[in-house]
């Protein structure tokens, strides 16, 4: 009778030992897969992009600042003052343009034509003044007139004659107006006084810091008074979005994690209270656990780097803190 009875206990002794170990194969793999890391999030060196002195600091450490918002600015009255005399420049430039393209005056045509007469005028006398000398030197034989003066009768009259082709051709370019070529070196010197008046508006735009995007003052590092320059960060933001947990996956848990799942996230200070995420990234290249990483397996073992996006609408998560990340099986987006 009791050889019977050992055997039927060592059965059900081994059924129930296979059905446990079945039931905590299943809920390894059907529960959440619980996972440890660290909130992360993206960080800027905020700092401008020329040198000058700082006039004004807008924001403390901790201020939630929006996208545009001006954090900083720097003295820029040198620029300005630099700038109106630019303006001066572009304006001067612009009415020469403008004469160049209007062409000459009716005044100035008019005057031009009358200084074309007037040499005409003078030629003609010279002219006159020849001959008479000419008749005279042919009726006398040559000695009533001597031979200088008429040379320098014929040398008034060439000098004459080379007036009028002179103020000729000068009426002739007054006519035709300027050269292509004066009036595209007019409109040339216009851009580049321009192209300067719009390089120091741009300088004193940029003598104002703006927040970038969303965030949080984390440092404020220099002072009014202080000489910024781009090497020296005037603040140091964390931004609010994205935010994620930096967790690791051991090899035998990849099966069981993939993009778009759902996840709680919980904090030491916050045990009972789960920040909503979703799997966003897993990565492909394994490596070893950090030593500021818990987990249960050794830390010499190989890990995948996965991130976390959380909706962290409350902003209860801060940079570097401990998190533990459930991830629920068959929860996806």
């Known amino acids: 009778m009791k050889k019977p009875l050992i055997l039927v206990a060592a059965a059900l002794a081994v059924i129930l030992a296979a059905w446990a170990w079945w039931h905590s194969s299943q809920r390894d793999e059907e529960g959440p897969l619980v996972l440890y890391g660290n909130v992360d999030i993206r960080q800027i060196s905020l700092a401008f992009d020329g040198n000058g002195r700082v006039a004004q ?46 062409g000459a005056r009716p005044q100035e045509l008019a005057q031009a034509r009358s200084r074309l007469a007037a040499a005409r005028a003078e030629a003609s006398q010279a002219e006159q003044d020849l001959k008479r000398v000419q008749g005279i030197s042919a009726r006398t034989q040559g000695r009533g007139v001597s031979a200088q003066d008429l040379d320098r009768a014929r040398s008034a009259l060439s000098v004459a004659q080379a007036r009028v082709a002179e103020q000729r051709e000068a009426l002739h370019l007054v006519e035709a107006g300027p050269r292509t070529e004066e009036v595209a070196g007019a409109q040339a010197q216009l851009e580049a006084a321009r192209a300067q008046l719009a390089l120091l508006r741009h300088q004193i735009a940029q003598g104002e810091l703006k927040a970038p995007a969303d965030a949080v003052v984390r440092s404020r590092l220099l002072e009014p008074g202080d000489m910024a320059t781009p090497q020296r960060p005037v603040f140091a933001l964390a931004l609010t979005r994205p935010k994620w947990i930096r967790v690791y996956v051991a090899e035998p848990d990849l099966g069981r994690i993939r993009p778009g799942m759902q996840a709680r996230v919980f904090t030491d200070g916050r045990p009972g209270e789960a920040v909503a995420g979703k799997v966003g990234y897993i990565s492909s290249v394994a490596e070893f656990t950090p030593k500021t990483v818990q987990t249960e397996e050794q830390r010499t073992s190989l890990v995948y780097e996965a991130r976390v996006l959380v909706e962290d609408a409350g902003d209860v998560l801060r940079l570097g803190q401990p998190a533990t990340v459930h991830l629920i099986a068959g929860e996806a987006q």
């Open 57 to 102: 600091v807008r924001a403390e450490e901790g201020d939630h600042v929006e996208a545009g918002s001006v954090l900083a600015v720097l003295d820029t009255r040198t620029l300005a003052l630099q700038a109106e005399q630019a303006q001066a420049q572009v304006e001067v430039r612009e009415q020469a343009l403008l004469s160049l393209r209007n």
